[in-house]
């Protein structure tokens, strides 16, 4: 079955960037998608096909695909987008990364 | 506004059967897929499978293949998934989700937390 690797955790300081990969076969033939999940909430689309922002995103938000790896890529990071981050691909079913957990410290 | 709205919470004995639903609305329900995703205390997202409400075209993936069943009531728009015989690992928060323009999720349901204990 087709796997998506992300690293467990990633850390930034406040104002800086954050990226947060995604590892698969040929992850860069396929759409990638992002989603944002806060402790005790459900999870939030933040980029799709590819590199897209949903309405409300902030531009900070931004995403590629190329290759084997997809990027989530936070530019001035604020501490409010401390959460765990999905990727997904869909490869004849939806397929979800492990996660990532972002720390903003 | 699209709205997921999903069924309250649930405590269960092992063995006994479940079925939780997925009230859509604010779109046309036919013209969304509905997803349903695993969610183990501490862990990630899994996504268990994928129904197409105007055909009732249903997907499984391969780990959740006979052990739910999905299911939708196009009349009151309604997605849902149901277990014949619980067991304690299913504990968990399930998520239903919606797309349309492609594969990707939408929307997400608040979710319904499902707690099977003796």
């Known amino acids: 079955s087709y796997e998506l690797t992300q690293p467990p955790s990633v850390s930034v300081s406040p104002g800086q960037t954050a990226s947060i990969t995604c590892s698969g076969d040929?992850?860069?033939?396929?759409?990638a998608s992002w989603y944002q999940q806060k402790p005790g909430q459900s999870p939030v689309l933040v980029i799709y096909?590819?590199?897209k922002r949903p309405s409300g995103i902030p531009e900070r938000f931004s995403g590629s695909n190329s290759g084997n790896t997809a990027t989530l890529t936070i530019s001035g990071t604020q501490a409010l987008d401390e959460a765990d981050y999905y990727c997904?691909?869909?490869?004849?079913?939806?397929?979800f990364g492990g996660g990532t957990k972002l720390t903003v410290l | 506004e699209v709205q997921l709205v999903q069924s309250g919470a649930e405590v269960k004995k092992p063995g006994q059967s479940l079925k939780i639903s997925c009230k859509g609305s604010g779109y046309s329900f036919t013209n969304y897929w509905i997803g349903w995703v695993r969610q183990m205390p501490g862990k990630g997202l899994e996504w268990m499978g994928i129904i197409y409400p105007g055909d009732s075209d249903t997907r499984y993936s391969p780990s959740f293949q006979g052990q739910v069943t999905i299911s939708v009531d196009k009349s009151i728009s309604t997605a849902y998934v149901q277990w014949s015989s619980l067991k304690a690992s299913d504990t968990a928060m399930y998520y239903c989700?919606?797309?349309?323009?492609?594969?990707?999720?939408?929307?997400w349901g608040q979710g319904t937390l499902v707690t099977v204990s003796s």
């Open positions: 096909q590819d590199n």
């Open positions: 040929k992850l860069g033939d396929k759409y």
């Open positions: 989700a919606s797309g349309a323009a492609g594969p990707w999720v939408d929307h």
């Open positions: 997904q691909a869909w490869v004849s079913t939806l397929v």
